[in-house]
């Protein structure tokens, strides 16, 4: 089955601890995000990657790192993570080639920073 | 840059009433558009997209949306609702081109009552 997915889905943590949401598809999509979903402001692109090695900043991306070394693999971690980093994330794909345009959504890790 | 407007953040409505949630866009290029919807305590689906073509688009669901290029909107619309339509719904854009980003709405909570 075609999916992206997210570990862990819930986590609970303290200030300054650092953690890594892992995401990976199984879809061979060269593009993959990270949102951040907030009551109120909708979905904000955190960082995103065009292909392996190949990174960038989205919207929101202060106290986030990604990495992308491998082509089905995107984890988010967070250094040093701050109550204001509680929130709901999401690990998105999509493939580049081909026009088919949509992204493929994750089902979400709910993190909370205390 | 884009932008995305929802004009109602929660819209309420009775068991096979016809329903609209608007969405207008902002941008000075060629666009494709999406809406895609989130139940509770899931990930996001996509609902349907615009990419060319007839400006009426039909997705899962028995949902429908219409683009229209002068207003800059893309309106979805049910002509009867069901219980289980109950969720938040997102309207999404994304610029023509090698620009793969998406840019949402902040969403709007469709609430069907019996």
């Known amino acids: 089955e075609a999916q992206v997915t997210q570990n862990p889905r819930y986590l609970i943590t303290v200030t300054g601890k650092k953690l890594t949401v892992t995401c990976s598809q199984n879809?061979?999509?060269?593009?993959m995000s990270w949102y951040r979903q907030d009551p109120g402001l909708g979905l904000r692109q955190i960082y995103y990657s065009m292909n392996v090695e190949v990174t960038d900043k989205g919207d929101v991306p202060e106290g986030y790192k990604v990495s992308r070394k491998e082509k089905r693999n995107f984890p988010l971690i967070l250094e040093s993570p701050s109550p204001n980093q509680t929130s709901l994330y999401f690990c998105a794909s999509s493939p580049v080639q081909g026009g088919a345009h949509e992204q493929y959504f994750g089902p979400g890790t709910r993190l909370t920073v205390t | 840059a884009q932008s995305v407007t929802q004009l109602d953040s929660q819209v309420p409505v009775f068991e096979e009433a016809p329903v609209e949630l608007r969405c207008n866009y902002s941008?000075?290029?060629?666009?494709?558009l999406f809406w895609y919807v989130q139940y509770p305590n899931q990930g996001l689906q996509l609902l349907l997209k615009?990419?060319?073509?007839?400006?009426l688009v039909k997705g899962i669901n028995g949902f429908e949306a219409e683009f229209n290029k002068s207003q800059t909107s893309f309106h979805l619309r049910k002509p009867s609702v069901h219980i289980s339509d109950t969720a938040e719904y997102f309207c999404?854009?994304?610029?023509?081109?090698?620009?793969?980003?998406?840019?949402f709405g902040k969403g709007t909570l469709l609430t069907v009552n019996p």
């Open positions: 879809m061979n999509h060269e593009y």
């Open positions: 999404a854009v994304k610029r023509g081109g090698s620009n793969y980003k998406l840019t």
């Open positions: 615009y990419l060319s073509g007839s400006t």
């Open positions: 941008s000075s290029v060629s666009v494709y």
